[in-house]
């Protein structure tokens, strides 16, 4: 199975895709019962960093060179995601505290899992335009249970940032720490 | 440079697709807090209709008792003094708080609460507390309007310091029509937490200015002394 996933990359984004979706979907749908949200959250963000296993780590945009720019890329990205809440604050739910650890969780595991392995596995296939459009598209697919549908267009558009972050600047740590920031925030 | 371009369009496009859905996009871990409308905005999709209220306050040695109105809901909190009514000849005092419809949309102002009418089986003589909550998914009110009637015309009648996240508090010293609003040219909300989020992002550009900047001027003069183009790969 994983010789026949390593040779075929058409399968490997087949592969990749639906887990990433059915963990996302599996997590939205458990996260709406009562007492269970913490842990369905931090369940679902650690079933989504096991799509990140076997890449190496410059494949998913990891690596500590020009850290000082990522980190401030990190902020940067986490500015412009959290500037439409921040300009009507009060309109902007707050996190509660307890949902802070399974928060990070998921940011971590989501940018893992999709602007990292599902966009490696679909760059392999179609290049950085297949890549960027792909996991953008399926990270709004993703969404598409947890968010109302008029939040998808704002959803899409977080989704195209991020990916165009990792296409350009070749990195993924930055979209992760904006994830973060801005998940922590709201 | 064509990266760059790309990476301002794509946040251009965030920006503006996110500012149509308040609070912009968020991984909605946060728990909403649910609001029945009467009138819901265009980008709620579920809604109870909205509940009323009613409350028989006691007279005793003729004084009319403390105590507080609320609708089902509670999204109306209306708390009453002992002697806050007029109880001349009364032996009971009903309270009813009912929402309006058709909603009311006074010109300059916009509510973010539906509208109830507050009634009284006397008049008040005592200011009572009047609080009112508000949905997650629009900006918070800065005010608390009053009128006499449905039609208008709306009176600001202030807010209190806020006791509860998405909650509005002010005193009224009559009954009658209440909504939670702003101004419709007025962007300030008054809330104990509006100031965090702005002030989190204010530090975070002043982070990315004061750390970015350096940053940029070594990485210039590292691409000039190696002879690098400015865009090299990370």
Redesign the interface.
């Known amino acids: 199975m994983l010789s026949v996933l390593k040779s075929r990359p058409a399968a490997r984004v087949a592969v990749i895709g639906t887990y990433i979706l059915l963990v996302e979907w599996t997590r939205a749908l458990s996260s709406n019962v009562s007492h269970a949200?913490a842990a369905a959250?931090i369940l679902g963000g650690f079933a989504l960093l096991l799509a990140g296993l076997g890449w190496p780590a410059d494949r998913l945009g990891l690596?500590k060179?020009?850290l000082?720019?990522?980190i401030?890329g990190g902020?940067?990205l986490?500015?412009?995601?959290?500037?439409?809440?921040?300009?009507?604050?009060?309109?902007?739910?707050?996190?509660?505290a307890f949902?802070a650890v399974?928060?990070i969780v998921?940011?971590v595991g989501?940018e893992i899992a999709f602007r990292g392995a599902l966009y490696a596995a679909l760059d392999d296939i179609g290049g950085v335009p297949v890549a960027i459009i792909g996991s953008t598209a399926l990270w709004t697919a993703a969404?598409a249970l947890?968010?109302?549908?008029?939040?998808l267009?704002?959803?899409?558009?977080?989704g195209?940032?991020l990916a165009?972050?990792r296409?350009?600047?070749?990195?993924l740590v930055a979209p992760i720490i904006g994830h973060v920031?801005?998940?922590l925030?709201? | 440079m064509r990266?760059?371009w790309?990476?301002a369009a794509?946040?251009a496009?965030?920006?503006?697709?996110?500012?149509?859905?308040?609070?912009?996009?968020?991984?909605?871990?946060?728990?909403?807090?649910p609001y029945n409308w009467l009138c819901p905005p265009?980008?709620v999709?579920a809604n109870q209709p909205p509940k009323s209220g009613s409350l028989q306050i006691k007279i005793i040695g003729g004084v009319s008792d403390a105590n507080s109105a609320f609708t089902d809901d509670v999204q109306v909190v209306i708390g009453f003094l002992p002697g806050a009514f007029d109880a001349t000849g009364k032996t009971v005092i009903a309270v009813d708080i009912k929402p309006v419809s058709p909603c009311p949309k006074p010109p300059g102002l916009t509510f973010v609460t539906n509208t109830y009418l507050i009634t009284a089986g006397a008049p008040l003589v005592k200011k009572s507390s009047l609080l009112m909550r508000y949905s997650?998914?629009?900006?918070?009110p800065s005010t608390v309007y009053y009128s006499s009637s449905a039609d208008g015309p709306w009176t600001s009648i202030g807010a209190l310091s806020e006791a509860q996240?998405f909650t509005i508090d002010t005193t009224t010293d009559k009954l009658g029509y209440f909504a939670a609003g702003y101004p419709t040219n007025s962007?300030s909300?008054s809330?104990s937490?509006?100031?965090?989020?702005?002030l989190?992002?204010a530090l975070?550009?002043i982070?990315?200015l004061v750390?970015?900047i350096p940053?940029a001027i070594m990485?210039r003069r590292r691409a000039g002394v190696e002879g690098e183009p400015d865009e090299s790969?990370?």
């Open positions: 949200a959250l690596g060179s020009r000082g720019f990522r401030l902020f940067a986490a500015v412009v995601l959290l500037l439409p809440a921040a300009a009507r604050a009060s309109a902007a739910p707050i996190l509660p949902l399974p928060a998921v940011s989501e969404h947890s968010h109302p549908p008029e939040f267009f704002a959803v899409a558009a977080a195209l940032l165009l972050w296409w350009a600047c070749k990195d920031i801005a998940d925030a709201l | 990266r760059v790309l990476l794509a946040a496009a965030y920006l503006l697709a996110a500012w149509m859905v308040a609070p912009g996009f968020y991984d909605g871990f946060a728990p909403a807090q265009f980008h999709a997650d998914i629009v900006p918070a996240p962007v909300h809330s937490t509006t100031w965090l989020l702005p989190a992002i975070l550009i982070a990315v750390a970015g940053l990485r790969e990370p």
